[in-house]
């Protein structure tokens, strides 16, 4: 009788073999269908959060290959097409474990989720690379959105409760469903813990909120005009933008003009005008021919911005017939509108830049403009500035020093500065601008730690803004962070007990 009873256990514990390494392939390939979701929805976060600098990301590919395309397109297409093949396999695949099917994952499928794997590190490698700073913009964010991307965690992982409990149910393995169910419930409890390290200026009362930041324009209003032109710095005037940012050049004859790139290429048709000249540097053109060139009818054609496409035809004429202007030109222009001017002096390691600040500084004091509205930026000959104009408000690309005078005007990116430190400036007197800001969950954080002014692209954006996309009190944020989690706790017990 022993012997023979033990040879149909034996049986069984062979052929349950398979069944058991069959369940711990499928879970491994799971797991891995699951990791690679997620790290393409991180990357997803990423694409749109680093839309806000994309403009300088497709000016560095034009200096680069002399090739104009919005790569952000490239970017979100490709980002997408990833995130829906990842999110359609594991739907796929949670239905499959909820009616009590093997996933069998087909070797196609295999090798695409290792090539979107490595696609989306390659992305993360490049960024950390090229772009370092956009993880200071990704942290930033998470002042604008942790406490949404808690309530979708929590959610999402709630809603794995189902298939969870169908695969515990239905597993012959124990140490697999002890491993699942540890990793599971250590993922739900540092979820249901989070808030405790999310921290965002936006959590405050409403009268606790600071004046919003004034704007400052960006090369005036590049969405809606070509940069650094007369009609760039009206359409800044009508989205009451303060100051019109800037950036200036001397001509080889000494006539300061505006253009921020050491090359005419990309804002002139200076390849057609002067094509053997076209690769020199800006300041190596007279007067003249800078007169001759084109300065708008690239922005028709390259549209570096959508809002391109909207523009109005009489619009569309005007940016048409732009010309490179002087600064002459747009000191008058912004005299008679009341507008600030606040500009860089280029290219500062020029041999004449000393000839460059005297020329620029006499065009300043024989414009007739009050001096109080010229705000000057570059550092080199700071000094000489400061005793020919007096009135000039300086400002200073760096952060203020131990016991520095109160009253500094400091501009900075807005990668460099945190809350706190928005805050402290701001207690102590020290105004403070950071660019380039153009999304409005930016524009809010910002707004919510108090800055005094933001330079940015989109004016017309950010001028509609009434108040910060959200504010909410800390006994608010407080309740909907616990009923978030124990309503998550219900579902997830009640998820178990029903599979049961």
């Not at 104009?389 to 009253?407: D, S, T």
């Not at 460099?416 to 930016?442: A, C």
């Amino acid at each position: 009788m022993g012997p023979g009873r033990a040879q149909p256990r034996a049986h069984l514990a062979r052929l349950r073999e398979p069944d058991i390494r069959g369940e711990q392939y499928d879970c491994s390939w799971f797991f891995f269908l699951f990791c690679v979701f997620l790290f393409t929805l991180v990357w997803l976060y990423f694409a749109i959060i680093i839309l806000n600098d994309f403009h300088n990301f497709n000016e560095f590919i034009f200096r680069q290959r002399k090739l104009w395309l919005d790569w952000s397109l490239v970017l979100l297409i490709a980002t997408a097409v990833l995130i829906s093949y990842s999110s359609v396999l594991l739907v796929l695949a949670l239905f499959l474990q909820l009616c009590g099917q093997p996933l069998k994952l087909h070797w196609v499928h295999k090798v695409l989720l290792i090539l979107t794997a490595l696609v989306v590190a390659a992305a993360f490698t490049g960024l950390g690379i090229k772009w370092a700073e956009e993880w200071k913009s990704a942290r930033i964010s998470l002042q604008a959105t942790g406490p949404f991307l808690h309530i979708g965690a929590v959610g999402g992982m709630t809603l794995l409760a189902w298939p969870l409990a169908s695969f515990i149910y239905h597993t012959r393995s124990t140490g697999l469903k002890v491993f699942v169910l540890l990793v599971f419930w250590a993922a739900m409890i540092a979820l249901y813990l989070a808030p405790l390290g999310i921290t965002s200026p936006c959590i405050m009362e409403q009268n606790q909120l600071p004046p919003k930041p004034a704007l400052i324009g960006h090369r005036g209003a590049p969405m809606l005009a070509p940069e650094n032109t007369l009609m760039s710095l009206h359409k800044a005037v009508e989205c009451d933008v303060q100051v019109f940012e800037t950036d200036v050049m001397v001509s080889t004859d000494g006539v300061p003009f505006l253009m921020h790139d050491e090359e005419l290429t990309r804002t002139t048709n200076v390849q057609a005008v002067f094509p053997e000249r076209a690769a020199l540097n800006s300041t190596a053109f007279n007067w003249t021919d800078l007169q001759q060139l084109d300065a708008g009818s690239w922005f028709l054609e390259r549209r570096p911005f959508p809002t391109v496409q909207s523009l109005s035809p009489s619009d569309r004429k005007e940016a048409a017939e732009q010309r490179i202007p002087s600064l002459k030109q747009v000191l008058e222009a912004a005299k008679q509108s009341n507008i600030s001017i606040m500009f860089d002096l280029r290219p500062e390691n020029h041999s004449d830049y000393q000839n460059f600040v005297n020329v620029t500084l006499e065009v300043i004091l024989q414009s007739g403009i009050p001096l109080q509205q010229i705000l000057w930026l570059p550092d080199g000959f700071r000094e000489d500035v400061k005793q020919q104009a007096p009135g000039v408000q300086h400002i200073y690309g760096r952060k203020r020093l131990e016991n520095e005078e109160p009253g500094l005007h400091v501009n900075l990116p807005y990668q460099d500065m945190s809350s706190e430190e928005i805050r402290q400036y701001r207690q102590d007197n020290v105004s403070v601008n950071l660019y380039v800001v153009n999304q409005p969950w930016l524009f809010s954080v910002l707004w919510c730690s108090g800055v005094s002014s933001v330079t940015t692209n989109a004016c017309q954006v950010l001028k509609e803004m009434k108040r910060p996309i959200w504010l909410l009190p800390s006994s608010t944020y407080f309740m909907i962070w616990i009923v978030v989690d124990c309503v998550s706790f219900l579902i997830i017990i009640w998820a178990f007990v029903l599979m049961k």
